[in-house]
T-cell receptor, first 115, second 115 residues
Framework: NAGVTQTPKFQVLKTGQSMTLQCAQD?????MYWYRQDPGMGLRLIYY???????DKGEVPNGYNVSRLNKREFSLRLESAAPSQTSVYFC??????????????FGPGTRLTVL | AQSVTQLGSHVSVSEGALVLLRCNYS??????LFWYVQYPNQGLQLLLK??????LVKGINGFEAEFKKSETSFHLTKPSAHMSDAAEYFC?????????????FGKGTTLSVSS
């Protein structure tokens, strides 16, 4: 049982390049999330998917797109990377179903640098 | 709208001393509150959660937190710090809208433990 996995672990991009961050979970969770973590800012929600086939914007969605490919996988795409998107990106999942008490399980993160 | 505020971005204690990390919340509905821990270069791990069953919540690694509605607080404590407790700690509140449920995180508190 791997939990939440993310690829790649590290990535360096040049401004304007595109890339997709991959996330998969094997816990049969309904909900999945993408966060970014910046020093002194905590974690900020980029996008989330309450269930397969649905996605919704979080606090900081500009410059990103997401795809909920199936119940297991939730990808985050940067179409034209900017230095302001240098960050650590975390994917998370939870049982969902509207449960406010459901904990989220986090992946190990992707460290992205945009030059 | 729900939010959390963590007081003190950095807390330093000696090994064996009391650990107290402060979190205040703002919520228009009964809150569901969480504490997560992040060790260096890792993802977040749940320490404990408050779901209204009991005001004193015990978590992993000897941590506990007390929900105080009158003070809108959910402070994290541990009687005796250990070197392995050095990490970043995040308080979070669960928030929901029509699209689903997500966590709103505080900005984090870094705990340093000296020998």
């Amino acid at each position: 049982n791997a939990g939440v996995t993310q690829t790649p672990k590290f990535q360096v991009l040049k401004t304007g390049q595109s890339m997709t961050l991959q996330c998969a979970q094997d816990m049969n969770h309904n909900s999945m999330y993408w966060y970014r973590q910046d020093p002194g800012m905590g974690l900020r929600l980029i996008y989330y998917s309450a269930s397969e086939g649905t996605t919704d914007k979080g606090e900081v969605p500009n410059g990103y797109n997401v795809s909920r490919l199936n119940k297991r996988e939730f990808s985050l795409r940067l179409e034209s990377a900017a230095p302001s998107q240098t960050s650590v990106y975390f994917c998370a999942s939870s049982e969902g179903g509207g449960g406010l008490y459901n904990e989220q399980f986090f992946g190990p993160g992707t460290r992205l640098t945009v030059l | 709208a729900q939010s959390v505020t963590q007081l003190g971005s950095h807390v330093s204690v000696s090994e064996g001393a009391l650990v107290l990390l402060r979190c205040n919340y703002s919520s228009s509905v009964p809150p569901y509150l969480f504490w997560y821990v992040q060790y260096p270069n890792q993802g977040l791990q749940l320490l404990l959660k408050y779901t209204s069953a009991a005001t004193l919540v015990k978590g992993i690694n000897g941590f506990e937190a007390e929900f105080k509605k009158s003070e809108t607080s959910f402070h994290l404590t541990k009687p005796s710090a250990h070197m392995s407790d050095a990490a970043e700690y995040f308080c979070a509140v669960s928030a929901s809208n029509q699209a689903g449920t997500a966590l709103i995180f505080g900005k984090g508190t870094t705990l340093s433990v000296s020998s």
